[in-house]
């Protein structure tokens, strides 16, 4: 069950309380238009009757006619004035002896009479059907308002963009400009950008008293004196969000009942917003210390066992080194080439992480030869290609293209050993390039790395580039960021990765690169 909505209003009043907007729903037409019309009409009449030559008594019952249907038109007082003008008009010009007042007889005095009744008692009732309709059509106005405020908080995805709306939404509704303060962490009542109503230190005042006032519970005290605004706290609970401030500056007048509740309506709509916008915040930002938390278990754990295999290999082969000599003595010094050498690109993908994670990745852009860094990753990896039969294919033609070298180095070497340590020794791997036209874009320059191992899992892709992510067939080694620096590197040479099944069986990844580097790409 919501909480309920503890409204403090502050009215507008004080000598000086003026502006030049009104409330455009309850604006009336200027009173003397109303009594030039009943004018008119009578006129129009007692002309007519002037020159037809008529029983007197005929144009009595027109001036009835008329009379009940400007009922449908103007206010009770225009119908009483009509009233007293018609029987006037009639007894002076139209009753025997004309232009003078004639002595009624009993029969005209009694039709006077029932005239004045039905006279009085239709404009009674016009008025108060016309009261009922404005109301019943103000009610529609503001349910139509508050629903397509509700729709629109709905849709919204930020609490700016929500307000924005309200606020736009609150400017219609209420035919004057509003404004939404909102407490922040200094307890300080802050305006936000798309209020419309300027609070100056006045009305902050005003606000701030309000605030204040619903926050210790207490009845709402009387206003500043000079302010323009109509302040109402937004609270849900016993927690206080801000003021919700409308300038209502007619002078010297409070703010009408109906727009005080409407202003309780739309406050509450608005204190749902923010309690809503502070739950999701809360809950985004749980889960993103329950994710910081968990990638960082992951990293400690990995980092943990990842450096404990290469360390005790380097420190048993430096202990055998030390006592062997000959044949044994290279493949001891092959194992330590070989661990640190893991090591290394072990260290190298926890730096390339940190520097995209912190964003302070610096592109050095020049012409690239794909010959060359095919070549570059091959050495990288090093001897662990000497178990998988390996194919590069490149056309004679492929032109230079511009990237950052050892970035591209970096995404081929983790691609060759991705393809390393999700196959079994013996599994082919290809590596080929080219260029090819997508769009948008136009050309660009591809290379790409496939192998024939068991391939793909279908639920592992939507995660396949996330960090720490390894995958089902993955031999022991490997933190599963090479992937996640894969396409953090392509992404930031304007380019990107894709990952799909190999035609055949196994996996294949594609880098794609531009053929021209775009403007926005940061030279150093």
Same mark, same amino acid.
């Given at each position: 069950?919501? %909480? ?20 455009r ?18 006129? %129009?009449?007692?002309?007519? *009757? ?13 001036y009835?006619?008329?009379?009940i ?8 007082w225009?119908i ?10 009639w ?7 004309? #232009? ?26 016009t008025? &108060?059907?016309?009261?009922?309709? /404005?109301?019943e059509?103000q ?6 308002? #508050? ?37 922040g =962490? ?21 606000? @701030? ?21 109509? $302040? ?5 609970? /016993? ?9 209502w ?10 727009y ?6 739309f406050v509450? /709509?608005?204190g ?15 889960k ?22 290469p360390?005790?290999?380097?420190r ?10 000959? *044949?044994?003595?290279e ?11 893991? !090591?290394? $690109? ?5 730096l ?12 050095? !852009? ?16 090093g ?5 998988r039969?390996?194919t590069i294919a490149?056309? *004679? ?11 591209m ?8 050993? =991705? ?5 079994? %020794? ?10 090819e ?6 050309e ?7 192998d ?6 279908? @639920?592992?892709?939507?995660?396949l ?15 599963g ?7 953090g590197?392509m992404?930031?040479q ?12 196994? *996996? &294949?990844?594609?880098i ?6 775009h ?6």
């Open positions: 069950m919501p %909480a309920r909505l503890h409204p403090s209003i502050i009215p507008a009043s004080g000598p000086d309380a003026s502006g030049d907007v009104i409330d729903e309850t604006r009336q037409p200027p009173v003397w238009r109303e009594y030039a019309e009943v004018l008119l009409v009578i006129a %129009a009449i007692t002309t007519v *009757a002037w020159f037809v030559p008529v029983d007197y008594r005929v144009f009595g019952d027109i009835l006619l008329a009379v249907v400007l009922c449908l038109r103007v206010s009770r225009a009483l004035f009509a009233s007293v003008a018609s029987v006037v008009a007894n002076f010009v139209i009753v025997p002896p004309r #232009m003078a007042f004639s002595q009624l007889y009993l029969h005209d005095s009694m039709f006077l009479g029932t005239y004045f009744v039905v006279a009085i008692v239709a404009g009674q009732l008025a &108060r059907l016309r009261e009922k309709e /404005q109301q059509r009610r529609e106005q503001q349910a139509t308002a #508050m629903f397509h405020l509700t729709r629109a908080l709905g849709s919204a995805r930020t609490l700016d963009e929500a307000v924005d709306v309200a606020l736009r939404q609150a400017d219609t509704l209420f035919g004057a400009p509003t404004a939404l303060s909102l407490l =962490n200094n307890g300080r009542l802050a305006l936000h950008p798309a209020s419309s109503f300027p609070l100056d230190e006045r009305e902050l005042a005003l606000a @701030e008293s309000a605030c204040r006032e619903a926050g210790a519970e207490e009845q709402p005290a009387p206003a500043l004196p000079h302010g323009q605004g109509a $302040h109402l706290a937004v609270r849900r609970g /016993q927690t206080v969000f801000g003021v919700f401030s409308v300038q500056s007619r002078r010297g007048a409070d703010m009408p009942p109906k005080r509740k409407l202003m309780e309506v509450g /709509q608005i749902l917003l923010v309690e809503r916008e502070q739950f999701r915040a809360a809950s985004e930002r749980e993103l210390l329950a994710e910081s938390e968990r990638m960082h278990r992951t990293l400690l754990d990995s980092v943990s066992h990842e450096l404990k295999t360390v005790a290999v380097l048993s082969a430096a202990e055998g080194l030390a006592r062997e000599k000959g *044949a044994r003595r493949i001891l010094a092959q194992e330590i080439r070989t661990a640190a050498r893991r !090591l290394d $690109h072990l260290v190298a993908n926890l390339d992480q940190t520097r995209l994670d912190a964003g302070r990745l610096r592109l050095r !852009l020049d012409w690239c030869d794909v010959h060359d860094l095919i070549g570059a990753a091959r050495r990288a990896v001897e662990g290609l000497t178990t039969p390996l490149v056309p *004679a033609d492929m032109p230079l293209f511009m990237a950052d070298a050892v970035l180095e970096h995404v081929l070497s983790n691609l060759l050993l =991705n393809a390393l340590h999700h196959t079994p %020794a013996g599994t082919a791997i290809s590596v080929y390039a080219g260029m036209k997508r769009e948008p874009g136009g660009c320059v591809f290379v790409t790395v496939a024939r191992g068991p391939g793909l899992a279908p @639920e592992s892709r939507a995660k580039f996330q960090k720490f992510e390894r995958g089902d067939h993955a031999r022991a080694g490997g933190l960021l090479g992937l996640s620096i894969v396409r590197f992404l930031a304007g380019g990107d990765v894709v990952a799909d099944d190999n035609p055949g069986g196994g *996996a &294949r990844f594609m794609y690169l531009p053929h021209k580097v403007e926005s790409v940061p030279h150093e």
